[in-house]
C-alpha cells in the first residue's frame, strides 16, 4: 500500500504558475512509477504526465507538452508537477498515482487537489 501527501493545488489565474507535490510512504518510491491524472467535472479521467521509474521515460499528455514537467526527488519520496502557463482548461481535481508495475501508473491513487485556472 502506498500513502500520498498531495499539495500545492489552487487558483491562479490564466498564463499562471503553480506547482503541485506528492509525498509518499509504504513502498520504495525508487522503485514505483509515478504519475498526475486530472478529472475535470463531466469529463474523463485522463493522464497528464508519467514518469517511469526503470529508466525515466517521461510521458506528457498532448495538451500540456512544453507547459508542464513532471520531476522526482527520490530522496524526499516525492514526486512534482510544475505547471506553467496554465489555461482555463488546465481546471481539475489532480491526482497523484503510483505503480511499482505498469507504465502509466494506475494501482495507488491519492485523495486529489483542486486546481482552478480563471480570471
Known amino acids: 500500500q502506498v500513502q500520498f501527501a498531495e499539495s500545492g493545488g489552487g487558483l491562479v489565474q490564466p498564463g499562471g504558475s503553480l506547482t503541485l507535490s506528492c509525498e509518499t510512504s509504504g513502498r520504495t518510491f525508487s522503485r514505483l512509477s509515478m504519475g498526475w491524472y486530472r478529472q475535470a467535472p463531466g469529463k474523463e479521467r485522463e493522464v497528464v504526465a508519467a514518469?517511469?521509474?526503470?529508466?525515466?521515460?517521461?510521458y506528457y499528455r498532448y495538451s500540456v507538452k512544453d507547459r508542464f514537467t513532471i520531476y522526482r526527488d527520490n530522496s524526499k519520496a516525492t514526486v512534482y508537477l510544475q505547471m506553467d502557463g496554465l489555461k482555463p482548461e488546465d481546471t481539475a481535481a489532480y491526482y497523484c498515482v503510483a505503480d511499482p508495475t505498469l507504465f502509466p501508473p494506475n494501482q495507488y491513487w491519492g485523495q486529489g487537489t483542486q486546481v482552478t485556472v480563471s480570471s
Open positions: 514518469m517511469r521509474w526503470t529508466d525515466g521515460f517521461t
